[in-house]
């Protein structure tokens, strides 16, 4: 029986007479974007090497010799000199050729009892498990430069905005720490990830199990997971984890695309809040005067694609049947863009809040005495008013400094006391915005003393972390 060519050979040649149509191997070979997966692949399979050595499959020197034939596979893919080969399908097809290439028939071996399903799946979750951390790395690193700006301005005041109009005056260090919380729920998300994702399926076969004494707790172990897998069925299908990550990602990628806004909208010329590290923007090809803001552009444009890839890999999943289908292959260049966009947006983004400059006077400058009427509305409270009376009583006052042009403390005492009689003459000692701020220092309030409270809390998540 005529078999394929030896160059064109894949794992399952034995069943086929003719090689893969060029047409079928285009659509179905994932070496040109898995093959980045090398590492974890290589690691896996020297932990299920010696597996197999202890379930005594394979002996003392046929072990060494796949191990050590893995490590030079390894360093073949670390230094560039890997040559795919026709049949290469992915990066384990690649990865067993080279070695049975290196050290023959014995290299063959190292697939007893185990499947591209369950090897897969082992790959990609040791991979997303590094990933993660290496992007929470770069998280806590944006949440200090955050910290450290705000440790800056407790003191500086600045309007806070609801409806993107001026509402309240809080601190410049309060709103700085507003996106450090944000990002401390996008650390615990990614963290718990990361533990979901650490969940070894490897002995679980095509979908049954293995009839081999694999110790699968050992095997875990060895590859860095946590524990492993309940059913195999559910096993080799299971892409939850990467529906986890592009969640996750997704999620933080909303927040920093809500700080990119604030940033963009602050240190416009008409508001001038913020100063933006020339380094850190671009210019015109026409306009010689402009600074873009280019990185919180792209960190907003981004966050798009990124929830793109969650929405759409979510639609892959919907509607398989039990057990692995070729359709989980899908799950690799949502994966794998997600966390490139994200290993190369946050270091431009760290830079950039590292080198921010809050213009205190602008901000001040910003402050409207509109803002402390609800602090008139608490001082008739104080007098034993309902706070649903003050609040007309005090829209009635807003009225008519408006009618009149004036600023609320500008309105003369006859004009409140026409309002309502409980109207005093202290009234005037609520117009003063440090006062107003220095009055909010409950738990997690914009007082002074509340956010240094804040602040020593960050200090805390940031050192539980490392960071």
Known sequence: MPQPEQ????????????????SVRRLNDSLPFDQRLYASDI??????????????????????????????????????????????????????????????????????????????????RHWQA??????????????RALLELAKQHTETLMPGYTHLRTAQPISAAHWLLSYFWMLSRDVRRLELTREATLISPLGSGALAGTPYDIDRLALADAMGFVDISANSLDAVSDRDFVVGFLYAAALLMTHLSRFAEDVIV????????????????TGSSLMPQKQNPD?????????????????????????????????????????????????????????????LRLKPDRMRAALDESMLATDLADYLVQRGVPFREAHALVGAAVRAAQTQGVALSALPLETYQAISPIYAADLYSVFDFATAIAKRRSFGGTAPEAVRLQIRQAEAFLSERGA
């Open 130 to 143: 590094a990933m993660i951390s290496r992007v929470l790395t770069l998280l806590t690193a944006l949440q």
């Open 266 to 281: 602050f240190s416009t010329p008409q508001f001038g809040y913020l100063h933006l590290d020339e380094r850190y923007t």
């Open 43 to 124: 690691a896996c399979s020297i932990a299920y090497a010696q597996a197999l050595h202890t379930a005594n499959v394979l002996t003392d020197d046929e072990t060494d010799s796949i191990i050590n034939g893995l490590l030079q596979v390894r360093a073949e893919f670390e230094n560039g000199t890997f040559v795919p080969a026709l049949g290469d399908e992915d990066i384990h097809t690649a990865v067993e050729r080279r070695l049975i290439e290196l050290i023959g028939a014995v290299g063959g071996k190292l697939h007893t009892g185990r499947s591209r399903n369950d090897q897969i799946a082992t790959d990609t």
């Open 7 to 22: 160059s064109a050979r894949t794992l399952w040649a034995g069943r086929y007479e003719a090689a893969a149509a060029e």
């Open 295 to 355: 990185v919180l552009e792209l960190v907003r444009g981004k966050t798009g694609r990124l929830v793109g890839h969650l929405t759409g890999f979510f639609n892959t999943l919907k509607g398989l049947p039990t057990g692995y289908n070729k359709d989980l292959q899908e799950d690799k260049e949502p994966l794998f863009d997600t966390a490139d966009t994200l290993e190369t947006l946050l270091p431009a983004l760290i830079g950039t809040v590292a080198t």
